[in-house]
């Protein structure tokens, strides 16, 4: 889960994220409720569109079952995902349950529905955080990459509209070749439109993208150290990093939670929508099936087994094992590492 957000406000995040770390078991769980979108992101790692007649979604017995082994492994969030959540028939029954059994309960969602009568009932339902992509100040560019027209100005009303309900609204933007010019600006309006985080991707090669190298941003890590730099002078409290190469080699002059891969520490489980376990967002073969597989056995066990034996199969490239960071970035990001021949994260500068 390579990205990296920024807050503007105190949040319970710093808290949240310490207990996870503390506890080293799945702590939280990104679910894909649904594989039906009303988008077509050229980028989208879980191959969701709307020209995808069949898509499939998960049942209500499915929720409730994933829901309670994560409450059995002590899992405290639940991020509903997709595929678009805001169209999945059972959206307002999961996050009840989840909010049922204690949970922090976040949506990521493309904005398209997010009317202000949709944003007060996930407020009045009990969701906390609501993530909504903006990936250019340009609407046409923004429509372009989203594959569809209106969905710029709808994403932009969207987060107006999360905001007024009292939910945390979160902008998202995944890094490009085709917006790297454009961070800065992106992040200015999405402040403007009314966000107090603010949250950058890196571009991972699956789904739609599994062939669109050429789309890598040129300068990813030095656009998160400028990003870092205006986060600071325009009075930014701490980042949350899920990138293990950040900060490498500077200070960013903020408090940084973790730097680290919540996946490889197990901390996060992402879950299709028939369950398959993934690693992470990017490397979508299956650990294990939730249904099949924790039926059997505590989620806790099961995924902490199923994270080491997948990591026990890559080693680390020796220009990694000799490097003076590796304490650090502990070999950057598995998944990137299967796209090099020599096997190194190919984000590393080192
Ligand atoms: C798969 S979408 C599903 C939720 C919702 N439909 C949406 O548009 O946000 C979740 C989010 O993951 C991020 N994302 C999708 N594909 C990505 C990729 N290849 N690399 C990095 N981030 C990606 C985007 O921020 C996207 O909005």
Redesign the pocket.
Known sequence: MCCITFNWKENDAVEKVEHFRRKRTVSWAVVEVTEA?N?N?K????S?SYKNKNAGFMREDEIIFILNRLSEAGARQVTY????PSIYPHLDFAIKEAKERGMVVHV???GYMLTKGLAAKWAGLGVTQV?V?IDSTDAAKHDEIRGRAGSFSRALKGIGNTAAAGITPVS?T?LTSENEGEVMRIICLARKAGVERVRL????L??H?QDRRDMLPARYLEILKEVSEYALQTGAKSIEAGEPLFPLGYETGMKVMDSFCVCLAGLLANFSVSGDAYFCCMHRKPLYNVFKDAAEERLDGLHARKIREFSDRFSLPEKCVKCDVLGKCMGGCIARRGFTPDGRDYWCTE
């Open positions: 979108c988008l992101c980028w989208c790692y879980a969701s995902s997709g595929g678009e990521n969602t493309n993530q992509n998202q995944v991707w890196d571009m991972m699956s789904g993208a």
